[in-house]
């Protein structure tokens, strides 16, 4: 069965104090890789997409990146704003939907 | 542009009743998802429209739930009757296709009593 896991489940870090996030898949036939960030009350908002192995993409202090197995959301000197749940998210070639993960809470204390 | 718009932003209703929910996607998405969002579920995909058509529905849960696109600009889910364990917060979503990133709207959060 094609899973999604994330972890931690919460990771509570100081202001500038830089960390990863992981999420990994069941291997068979990836299309693509998506982060997103939640708010509280909100609907998710898209960060990024990652297609291939080796791939890299930033955005302000986040760089995700993706292996056969794997990817990795990290945060460089996080500030309090960049608090939050992250989604990772991922469409196999076999499926017609997205499964995405249960999320890691993100906790930037000042 | 206004992103993904949905109505209303919270329902309470008593088991038994129905309940629409509403959405309107990005002008131009062609793609448009209904998403259930709990605790101890996660975000769980109800069903999948493409230029209107229904490609995916195999997350509704039962019968008693019925989703509708009848043009490229308005959605409805719909759930007849509702029950307790129905309660959630329900997504709208719409892409550029599905291997596109997806906006989200604000949800609606649904209480069945």
């Known amino acids: 069965e094609d899973q999604v896991t994330q972890s931690p489940e919460a990771l509570r870090l100081q202001e500038g104090e830089s960390s990863s996030l992981n999420c990994s898949y069941t291997v068979s036939g990836l299309r693509g890789l998506f982060w997103y960030r939640q708010d509280p009350g909100k609907g998710p908002e898209f960060l990024f997409t990652l297609y291939s192995a080796g791939e890299e993409k930033e955005k302000e202090r986040l760089k995700a990146t993706l292996t056969k197995k794997e990817s990795f959301l990290h945060i460089t000197a996080p500030k309090p704003e960049d608090s939050a749940t992250y989604l990772c998210a991922v469409l196999y070639s076999s499926a017609s939907k997205i499964i995405f993960g249960s999320g890691t809470r993100l906790s930037i204390r000042p | 542009d206004a992103g993904v718009i949905q109505s209303p932003r919270h329902e309470v209703t008593e088991m038994g009743q129905e309940v629409t929910l509403r959405c309107k996607p990005i002008s131009g998405h062609n793609s448009l998802f209904w998403y259930r969002q709990t605790m101890m579920r996660g975000l769980e995909l109800l069903i999948y429209?493409?230029?209107?058509?229904?490609?995916?529905d195999s997350g509704m849960p039962e019968d008693r739930f019925s989703a509708k696109m009848p043009n490229a600009s308005f959605s409805t889910l719909k759930i007849q009757p509702s029950e307790p364990r129905d309660s959630a917060v329900y997504f709208c979503?719409?892409?550029?296709?599905?291997?596109?990133?997806?906006?989200f709207g604000s949800g609606t959060r649904l209480t069945v009593v």
């Open positions: 979503a719409s892409s550029l296709g599905q291997d596109a990133g997806y906006t």
């Open positions: 429209f493409n230029n209107n058509v229904p490609i995916d």
